[in-house]
Every structure is written in C-alpha cells, then in structure tokens.
C-alpha cells in the first residue's frame, strides 16, 4: 500500500486504483494520453522506435493539457512517454523530454541491459522528476532490471497482451506474483528500493483489473481496451475487427509474421507480437514464404480498411481478452469504469466472503 | 453467489472459496484426494485414460474415509474421479461409478461433444447423485459443452496449466471472464441452469485463488501445487524439480514431445503438455527425431530419479506458476492456507479500497 501512496505523490493528479493507457506505437498519440490522465489516469504516447515525431506529440499534448482542471497539474507534463529502446533514438528523446519533461518513460526491448542504463541515465539528467519505467515478461529480465537500472516502476507484461512482448512467457496470474516476491526480496537484502509493481497483458475491464490488484499490481495497463476508444489513433478496418473477435485464447497468436511483412526487422530472436489471425498468418502456416506472404500484405495495405478481418492480410495486434470488448467509448468512461469497476468487484467479493457467501 | 451456494448443497462438506484437488493421472490417487476433501476441498483421484485401477482407488478412498469426522458425511463418497475420455473406458468407469457413487465425475479431452453426452448420460443413470463436470479451456468449447452436456460444473482452464490442456489458449485473466459472461448469457437465453465455473490453470496459492475469484470463479482447482503435497504419488526427482524451477514462463513449455516418447499417441493435434524443459524438449527443438528421442528417453527411465532435472530426460509436467512452489505440505495444509489466504487477500485490498489506499 505504500506504492500506492508513492504513485500519488508522484503523480498527483491520479485515482487509484490506477489505470494506465499502454503507450501503443502511431496509436497512442497526444489525444489519447491526454484523456486518459484527465480521467485520472496516467496516458502515454507512445513513441515506439521513432523519436523523430515525439516533440510535435508532447507539444500537442501540452496544448490540450493548458486549459485542464487544477486538479491534475504537476510540476511535470502529467502524462508518459513510451520507448522500444532497441530502434529508438536517446538523443532525439533526450532534446524531448529535456524540453516538455513529461512524467515517466518507459522503456521496453532494449538492444541490451547496459544500454537500457545508460537511457535511464540520460533521462535523469534531462529531467530529473521524470520517472523510469520499465517493462519487463519474465522473472530474470525483472531482476537484471531492478539490480541495474533501479525504474521507479516495474510494468509486468503477461503473455496475454496484444503486440510485442516476450514470444515465451507466462500469464500474470502466475508471472506477477512471483516477480513481486523476488523484486522486494531483492530490494530488502541490497538496499534498492523496491519498484512499484503494474501490471499489463489481458486486462480489458474491472474484473481482471481487479485480479491484477490482487495478484500484488499497485495499477493496471490497458492496451488493447483503448484501441475501441475515439480518442485512438486507428483505422477503422482496425478498429472494427477488434469489437468482432471473441475467444481471443483461440483468434489470437503470437507471431513473427507481421514483423516480416512490415519490414520490421529490429526486434530480437525473443520476441513476438500477438494479433487477431488472418490470411497473413494462416498462409505463413500452410507454408506461403515470407518474401511472397510480404508482397501480399504490400498489397492488401492499398485496400484500405477492406484490408483487415479473417480473409485481409493486415496487421491486427490485440490482447487475448478481445473478446470482453463489445464497444468503442471514449477514453475517459473507459478509464472511469475500470477503476470504479474494480473497486467494486473487490467490494461485493470481500463481502460475500464475510457473510461465509464465498 | 448462488453458484457457491449450490455447490454447498451439491457437497456439504466443503468450505469455502472452494479449494479443489485436479484429477493428476498416476498421481492424485485415494490418499490425496481424500486428504484434500477432509480439508474441505474437493479432492479428485484422476483415473485418467485407465479405468482398470478406479475401483480400487475408490475402495482405497472409501476405506480411509471411514473414520473421518461426521462434518464430512455426504449422501455420495465425497470425492471426485476424473477421466481422459478419449482413452477412457465408459463400460469399466460405469461400473466403478455405480458402486461407489463418487460426489463428482470430471470430463476432458473427448473424441468428440457427442461421446461426452453418452458419458454424461451414462454416469448420470449408473449414480444419479453424481455430478457432472466438464473442463474446457475455450469459449467455443464452452458454448458446445454447455448446450450438449449441461454439465453441472465448468472448469475453464488457463494456458498456465501443467500436464496437458488446449496446445493454444489464454490464460484465465481473459478466458474466465469472457466464458462467464458468454454462459450466464447462453443460459438464459436458452433456459438452461448455468453451470458452476470454477477456475484452473496457473493457481498455486492465495494471490491466484483471490484473482480467480474476482476474474468470476467459485471455486479454484489446483494441480501443480499438489505435485509437491506429502500424498501426491510423485517420484523423488520429479517432486525435487516442483520445488527447484522458478521463472515458469521461461522455464516450461507447451509441447507434444513427451507424449511422443511416452508412446501416448492418442491426444488430438489440439493438446499438448505444459512441462518442465530439460533435455528432451531442448533435443527436440535442436532436431533429434522423435525415434532417437524416444529411445534417448527409454534409456533415462532406468536412471530413476537421476532421470529429472535439466539435463534429465523424464516427464515433468507442471504450470507455469512453478516458481511460487517453495516446499512440500500436507495437502490439508495447502488447502486451508490457500482459502484462508485468498479472503485475507480480498479483505486485505478491499480495506485499502475503503480508505482510499489502492
């Protein structure tokens, strides 16, 4: 509960529990994150593995932030900004977040651990009262990560979340628990102190926001929610094809695929992205190579929004909770009822268990 | 909360939230299962593909729980079996049913939906008092078991499963929720009695009990957990493996191997096993055939417990949630201090919710 505290002062305008707006590439722009932490929330940009655009982002974000109530004003820009460190530049980033000082950074896929160093380095240079985030799949990676760089907040991705993340890896019921116990148990025997623990991957709404709290996550990432936001920067073929899936343990895959067809060549041999199936990655499995299964995505891009579905070829990241999604709403009422939502579900349970109904 | 009621009719002897052992083949016999229910659980003895041992089981279950105290009595014997019905024999299951009149019936894995109404019919003629439950690790599943069977309890398993569940999945973080909603919603739209759904697949302890809970299970069933319980029938290095892996999502996997070097051909290409990795599956992925592998692991057989660990070869089915198994209990101590554990861990978070510190 002292985590929860620690976020409050650090991000005074939050209501807890806190939800947070994952910081989704050419998705989760200024609009999104601004809304989001009006509602109480913490949004990110995310800028991905491309710095260039992050000042004209955070310079939108600023203007829609001018005329916001007192009661979410900070010393910082009270929203985050969102790295995948192995394609992204720390100088452009550096000339941004010295100039805008948003809230947090964080940072997920480094090309190594040392370099993801020398980012929180320069990060705490450029603005000291940003603070680091981390993203991390696995119990190793949360403790290379915590002896090393010391983030602020530790974000632990379970396999369920939609794009990139660890191609291996376990859910958060069993995944977050455990990082908790060896991260504090790690801070107490070398005098570190002990991030705080959030939680990402398969949380759409209150019941499994409210599962992450009780697994130990002091707040909640929701991604592939906000894709069904009008705040989200996103197709509409997208958009649409994210309210149809249901059974997303069965529609959804982690793959490479997408990554060989859009060219995106950087990330390394451990990690995927899970999406909603296509033509793009059942003719990958019947055995279509990548350089032809590439011209035709090349081509099914030109379609447009007819691009995406079962029978379209275009890339459709999604969390395994998809199905839980039913309609677009604006991020604020998202927000809002996740938290509101939670505390409830927590509420009537401990009730039930009081009354022996449980 | 009707739900926890009915199950307190159907089993008068639990406590609640539910603890329930998993029917483990070979493993969870008479001595675990009875434990396990004489501390208010629901213990199951998995029969598994072979039905020749049940009755003995049963009559070794019925024989320890002669003496117990009278807060266990129960019209049924007061323990679950649990079958894989592809391998399973109806005819010898039947027999041992009608004898013993076990509290509960557990179905997985069957040649089809239509071969699992023959059996639920079956069971239900043979002891009408015995009740039907149905594991599913999909929404589809759910849908066509639930209109086909209506089978008085779901037991919706999570990709984090040990031992053998759907080779693609999510895990219960987004699959519990969607499942509920889609049966409740099913149920009445088809006026069919809803069945329980109880919750598998990554639990090991309170933190996991607690979050099946709010994710919309009424009970919890743990598999793993008991791998490392006094009763569980376990070889020394399989047992020692339970407690020495961490790290789950990195250090198991879902694979077909080692029901390739088993000789355990009768799963569909939709099953696999979540297990430990050691050389088999490291052997595997590097291209050994499964002829060479299957001689490779023959030979380890005779090393008995020398045969686990990472350099051993031996089967070791388990959950991702392994590095949270620290010790071996009683399984009576496992399940009281996982559901006296997941209420303090619900009253513990739904008091910070009160005072505003979560």
Not at 81 to 92: E, P
Not at 282 to 305: I, M, P, R
Request: glycine share 12%; with cysteine.
């Amino acid at each position: 509960m002292d985590d929860v505290r620690k976020l409050t002062e650090d991000y005074p305008w939050i209501q807890t529990p806190l939800v947070i707006g994952a910081p989704m590439r050419l998705i989760a722009l200024a609009d999104l994150a601004v809304e989001i932490t009006k509602a109480g929330g913490i949004g990110f940009i995310g800028s991905g593995t491309d710095t260039d655009d992050l000042s004209i982002h955070l310079q939108s974000a600023q203007k829609l932030l001018e005329n916001s109530p007192s009661s979410i004003s900070s010393s910082t820009l009270p929203i985050g900004v969102g790295f995948i460190n192995w394609g992204a530049s720390l100088a452009t980033a550096l000339l941004a977040i010295e100039k805008y000082r948003p809230a947090a950074a964080w940072f997920f896929a480094p090309a190594s651990i040392s370099s993801l160093q020398t980012w929180a380095e320069g990060v705490r240079k450029a603005s000291p009262e940003t603070k680091i985030w981390v993203q991390i799949g696995s119990v190793k990676e949360a403790v290379d990560v915590v002896e090393s760089v010391k983030p602020d907040v530790l974000v632990v991705q379970g396999t369920d979340a939609g794009g990139h993340g660890l191609a291996q890896g376990a859910s958060l019921i069993s995944l977050l628990p455990e990082v908790t116990d060896v991260v504090h148990n790690l801070a107490r025997t070398q005098s570190i102190t002990a991030p705080v623990v959030i939680a990402a991957g398969g949380i759409v709404e209150a019941r499994g926001a409210a599962a992450a709290l009780t697994l130990g996550a002091s707040g909640v990432v929701m991604g592939t929610r906000f894709l069904a936001s009008h705040e989200a920067v996103i197709p509409k073929g997208y958009r649409d094809e994210v309210l149809r899936a249901n059974d997303g343990g069965q529609t959804t895959v982690r793959t490479k695929v997408y990554d060989h067809c859009r060219g995106t060549t950087g990330w390394t041999e451990t990690h995927n992205g899970r999406g909603i199936v296509n033509k793009t990655h059942t003719d990958s499995v019947a055995g279509l190579c990548h350089e032809d299964n590439k011209k035709l995505y090349e081509e099914e891009v030109k379609k447009g929004d007819a691009g995406w579905g079962v029978e379209g070829r275009m890339t459709t990241y999604a969390g395994s909770a998809i199905g839980l999604i039913k309609e677009v709403k604006s991020a604020k009422d998202i927000v809002q009822e996740v938290r509101e939502g939670a505390k409830d579900v927590l509420g009537r349970l401990n009730g039930a268990v009081v009354v022996g109904k449980l």
